[in-house]
């Protein structure tokens, strides 16, 4: 039997992100480590790299997150990067979008052992949820899906002017260039690739960022959702 990854301790630099959430973040670095691992939510070879490489590389996302908008973190899984970014930053609502029971049970305990107030877990997949809840300004996701599919689930499910922020690697450039049309179809007016988290992350974690126009997932959507906000008038009326 191959004996469990210990989690080293929290380099300095949690420290400073974290701020007077510092425990908190380790409680759930503790969690990731143990149940995370025996639920088959991370992976056991992640947990020696579980600060850098998941954490500290989440919770730096802040930097490009407006004040006081709300989230939906898309296929949340473990609560990456939603959790670390809610620990960061109390100004903002976060929904955890998670179609499997097992990672939303997970979520769930998570939220209410850390005392996340502004955090919802919602168990469902984004196509399923849409004109469900309510649009929002910011959506998240990490290593959900290629950028032209996780577009299709993530930008409908915004406001107008809202934008998605994909933590990507290497592969960021290729992926946005070759999404181009796929994301403007979808009503992207605006793509960029930003760096995040110097000083705290080597390398800086990678985001792509998609803005989007009065019209989040194009014409294909705007029917769709304008009747799903139709049904959802006609239940509150009954």
Request: hydrophobic share 45%.
């Amino acid at each position: 039997m191959t004996e469990a990854a210990e989690l080293p301790p929290a380099p300095e630099q949690a420290r400073e992100v974290f701020g007077d959430r510092f425990e908190d973040a380790v409680r759930y670095a503790e969690l990731l480590a143990e149940a995370g691992v025996q639920r088959g939510l991370i992976g056991p070879r992640e947990v020696p790299r579980l600060w850098e490489r998941h954490l500290l590389n989440c919770a730096v996302l802040s930097e490009v997150v407006p004040e006081g908008v709300t989230v939906c973190d898309v296929g949340s899984g473990a609560g990456l990067p939603g959790i670390p970014l809610a620990l960061v930053r109390e100004d903002i609502k976060i929904t955890l979008l998670e179609p499997l029971l097992r990672r939303t049970n997970f979520l769930t305990e998570v939220v209410e052992l850390l005392g996340l107030d502004h955090v919802t877990v919602v168990r469902g997949r984004a196509e399923e949820v849409m004109g469900k809840l309510p649009p929002v300004h910011v959506v998240t996701a990490r290593a959900v899906a290629p950028l032209d599919r996780l577009a299709t689930w993530g930008i409908p499910l915004l406001r107008p002017y809202g934008e998605m922020l994909a933590l990507k690697g290497d592969t960021a450039e290729e992926e946005l260039k070759s999404a181009a049309t796929a994301l403007s179809k979808l009503g992207a007016v605006e793509t960029s690739i930003v760096h995040v988290g110097e000083g705290v992350v080597d390398p800086m974690s990678t985001v792509v960022r998609v803005e989007v126009g009065e019209s989040p997932g194009g014409v294909r959507f705007a029917a769709k959702r304008a009747k799903a906000a139709r049904t959802g008038r006609a239940r509150r009326r009954r």
